[in-house]
T-cell receptor, first 111, second 114 residues
Framework: EDQVTQSPEALRLQEGESSSLNCSYT??????LFWYRQDPGKGPEFLFT???AGEEKEKERLKATLTKKESFLHITAPKPEDSATYLC????????????FGQGTTLQVKP | EPEVTQTPSHQVTQMGQEVILRCVPI?????FYWYRQILGQKVEFLVS????????KSEIFDDQFSVERPDGSNFTLKIRSTKLEDSAMYFC????????????FGPGTRLTVT
């Protein structure tokens, strides 16, 4: 069964304190791994897509990396506005595009 | 910037009533999805839709649920007889011609069943 597990569930950082979020996955043929940001009461906002092991994507203070079993979202020198829940999702070759989500990591950045 | 829109933002209904949730996907997208998120839980896939038919549905998407693209812009989710456990945020998403890339989500409809 395709599955996504994210850790930690919650993370508190001081402004400027860099850290990483983990997404472990098992999937029958990975088509793509996706990172989304979700603010309270809002829909997921697309951040990155990764397709193959070794791939990296960057956007401002965020960098996503992918291995054959997990993905990391590195946050460098975070600011309070980076506070949100970060969701990881996988898409398998065997399905019609559905995303399987992890439970998310809720990040709080204190000034 | 194109975006997915959803209406209403909040719907309160009584158990057993029918509800229709509406979505306007991004205009050049051809693949459409519904997901739901029960408070404090994961985002869960409900159904995918392409070329005017369902391409995949989850176990959650039973006979009480249906989807429709009544015209060239709207995409709807109908729940025929709501249950208390249907209370959740419902998100519509769409993706482009390839159907395998990133999905763009709407802001959601909060459904409360009393």
């Amino acid at each position: 069964e395709d599955q996504v597990t994210q850790s930690p569930e919650a993370l508190r950082l001081q402004e400027g304190e860099s850290s990483s979020l983990n997404c472990s996955y098992t999937v029958s043929g990975l088509r793509g791994l996706f990172w989304y940001r979700q603010d309270p009461g809002k829909g997921p906002e697309f951040l990155f897509t990764l397709y193959s092991a070794g791939e990296e994507k960057e956007k401002e203070r965020l960098k996503a990396t992918l291995t054959k079993k997990e993905s990391f979202l590195h946050i460098t020198a975070p600011k309070p506005e980076d506070s949100a829940t970060y969701l990881c999702a996988v898409q398998a070759y065997s399905n019609t595009g559905k995303l399987i989500f992890g439970q998310g990591t809720t990040l709080q950045v204190k000034p | 910037e194109p975006e997915v829109t959803q209406t209403p933002s909040h719907q309160v209904t009584q158990m057993g009533q029918e509800v229709i949730l509406r979505c306007v996907p991004i205009s050049n997208h051809l693949y459409f999805y519904w997901y739901r998120q029960i408070l404090g839980q994961k985002v869960e896939f409900l159904v995918s839709f392409y070329n005017n038919e369902i391409s995949e549905k989850s176990e959650i998407f039973d006979d009480q649920f249906s989807v429709e693209r009544p015209d060239g812009s709207n995409f709807t989710l109908k729940i025929r007889s709501t249950k208390l456990e249907d209370s959740a945020m419902y998100f519509c998403a769409s993706s482009d011609l390839t159907g395998r890339g990133e999905q763009y989500f709407g802001p959601g409809t909060r459904l409360t069943v009393t």
